[in-house]
């Protein structure tokens, strides 16, 4: 039987269609005619093995909430034995960690090539921010601040986001901002096509911090606070993906958590076993926005796909 266009479009499209999803009482499923992913959120947790969270009664948002309506990954590894934080966020933004095996700032660990994600996504006018929890916005920052971690920011590391290390590069001031602009972005519908997201070591999990003096409930905590902004917004219910992950396992390369929220996710607490790295969330990005080439790593490792009922 010979279908018309109109009929195969709708019957693609009918398992997205069938699983319509709310969020706050909204409704998650664009129409069909927006069904591709077209922003991201990623937030970066920190130093958990999946095992540390799964059922974990310190993480209940994460267990109660998150999991039933995501999609996650149960054998999501850092890249093997690299450690500690920094060179995994290298890795996630450039396919590599460059040699690097410690957290040292961008005086020492600065590098030159323009041939990493958002410098791909600026060449292609896609848009992109990293919205940094505790940093004041005024200037570019290339160095520790109270809360603030540089090694948790990969984007100041590169000489062309940062004009060369300079602190007032407009550049690099326009694109790396304050977390507390988010919910400004999002409200106004302002926010960018990418979105890193790197709350301060109380909130990621890293530090033990008053008063809840327990590294999970504090990042729970922060989740369970912050994600409904994002999960309410035009950007994520049009068209959005959020993925919240670990840099690194706790002595050891993991399995960390990879939890996908999106109007495409499988959801509805699908998971797999497939084995992923963090060249495979590049590789998810770099196909999200269809951007090339390959960045290192994200060449060979296996895309996020099966996560998603639809992809890209």
């Known amino acids: 039987m010979k279908f018309s266009k109109r009929v195969v479009t709708t019957l693609r499209f009918a398992p997205l269609l069938a699983g319509i999803a709310t969020f706050g009482g909204c409704q998650t499923t664009p129409p069909v005619s927006e069904a591709h992913i077209k922003t991201v959120f990623i937030i970066l947790m920190e130093n958990k093995n999946w095992v540390q969270i799964l059922g974990s009664s310190s993480a209940p948002h994460i267990n109660n909430t998150l999991l039933p309506m995501a999609s996650h990954a149960e054998l999501y590894f850092n890249p093997p034995l690299v450690h500690p934080s920094l060179p995994n ?11 690097i095996f410690n957290d040292d700032p961008p005086s020492a660990n600065h590098q030159s090539t323009t041939q990493h994600l958002v410098t791909l996504l600026q060449k292609s006018g896609i848009s ?46 326009s694109h790396v901002r304050p977390f507390g602009e988010l919910a400004t972005d999002l409200a106004n519908n302002t926010v960018a096509r990418y979105n890193f997201i790197t709350p301060n070591v109380c909130n990621d999990m890293h530090d033990s911090c008053a008063p809840l003096n327990d590294p999970i409930r504090q990042g729970d905590t922060w989740l369970s606070q912050n994600l409904p902004a994002i999960l309410d917004s ?5 068209g959005g993906a959020v993925f919240v992950t670990w840099d690194e396992g706790a002595f050891s390369d993991g399995p960390i958590g990879m939890i996908v929220l999106s109007p495409f996710a499988k959801g509805n607490g699908y998971r797999n076993f497939v084995r992923y790295t963090h060249g495979s969330t590049l590789r998810t990005f770099q196909e999200i926005f269809g951007v090339r080439p390959f960045l290192r790593d994200a060449a060979i490792e296996t895309d996020l796909s099966d996560l998603f009922a639809v992809f890209p």
């Open 128 to 173: 992109w921010k990293t919205y940094q929890e505790d940093i004041s916005g005024t200037d570019c920052p290339l160095v520790n601040n109270g809360l603030y971690a540089v090694r948790h920011n990969p984007f100041v590391y590169f000489d062309d986001v940062t004009d060369n290390r300079n602190p007032n590069s407009a550049n690099c001031i």
């Open 234 to 238: 035009a950007a994520y219910r049009s």
């Open 89 to 99: 966020y290298l890795w996630l933004e450039a396919g590599v960690n460059f040699g």
